[in-house]
């Protein structure tokens, strides 16, 4: 089968031909029609050890994958041959590849009408939107400012936030990742690379203060965020791109009333009833068609390429990668 191979921390992805795995005891192989790429991803190429631990060399990245049952290991029904399914692979990766195997106890099948990179996006990526909502309850009185809103994440957090009836404000890079954030639903879109963003937003608000800040960036731009809080407002993180979490001092949280929540990991799955109950709930939501991810499409082959153009911003939407044609 064709993979995408690791073979030093620092070093380029390198698509070649390995063996094709076969299913353990309890397990499935799927013959895979979408592999989500996630920011972990790129943090384990670069070989940075802070957020997660390191795997063994050489590695097949990837830890989301959709596609089809095209064989089960002893002691699994015949009956899941054939059927669509996506799933989360965990930290061991695997999914930039043609084939993938997982235990039949974590998979998924996909509803009916959605497709395999729909469903992909949906089975980290939206489960993490939908748990960052969850955790910021937006309600029609709310002003809600969404970073890294044209995201993978943040276009379906800004789509669940306005459904909410919230006001919300999205916060990207350039004028298509704008335009993006406004088909999600953001009733404002703000270039936060332009001097003097902070006062943009303010302005088209029009005397509105903002309620409540959703970051998935950190650093400056978080900061920068979490400054146009009103008294009172509430502060959700669910990442750190940037490279560090937002810095909150003891104003912040005493003079200025501002609550503080994470929204990643197992706090997420805690919260909204478990990760299987919140997985099935992202694919529901993506099958109803209230939410829909935006998906930025890459050849299995050019993962290399999907890692480049993510790293440097020049993505919308969650970043898939699909079989090459042919």
Known sequence: MLAVRLHAFGSALRCEEVEDPSPGPGQVRIA??????????????????????????????????????????????????????????????GGYAELAVREVGALHVIPDGL?????????????????????????????????????????????????AGALVVGLAGCREKRQ??????????????????????LGQLGGREVTAVLDGVGGVLGRGAVDLLAPGGRL??????????????????????????????????KRSGGLRALEARALR??????????????PLSEAARAHEAMESRHTVGKVVLLPDAG
């Open 236 to 269: 959700v993180m669910f990442g750190s791109s940037s490279g560090e979490l937002v810095r909150l001092t003891s104003e912040d949280l005493f003079a200025r009333a501002l609550t503080a929540t994470v929204a990643v990991g197992p706090q997420v799955a």
């Open 32 to 93: 895979v029609r979408a592999a989500g790429v996630h920011l972990v991803d790129s943090v384990i190429r670069r070989g940075i050890s802070e957020w997660v631990p390191l795997p063994d060399l050489p590695t097949v990245p990837g830890s989301e994958v959709a596609g089809v049952v095209d064989a089960v290991g002893s002691g699994v029904a015949e009956s899941w041959l054939g059927e669509r399914v996506v799933t989360q692979l965990g930290l061991a990766g």
């Open 115 to 163: 497709g395999f990179a729909a469903a992909v996006a949906m089975i980290c990526t939206g489960s993490t939107a939908l748990g960052v909502v969850d955790a910021a309850a937006p309600a029609p009185d709310d002003v809600v400012v969404v970073t890294a809103a044209a995201g993978g994440v943040g276009t379906m957090v800004v789509q669940a936030a306005s459904r």
């Open 285 to 298: 939501e993506a099958a109803t068609h209230r939410l829909t991810p935006f998906i930025h499409p890459f």
């Open 180 to 201: 993006a954030v406004l088909r999600a639903g953001a009733a404002i879109a703000v270039d936060y690379l332009e001097e003097g963003w902070q006062g943009e937003v």
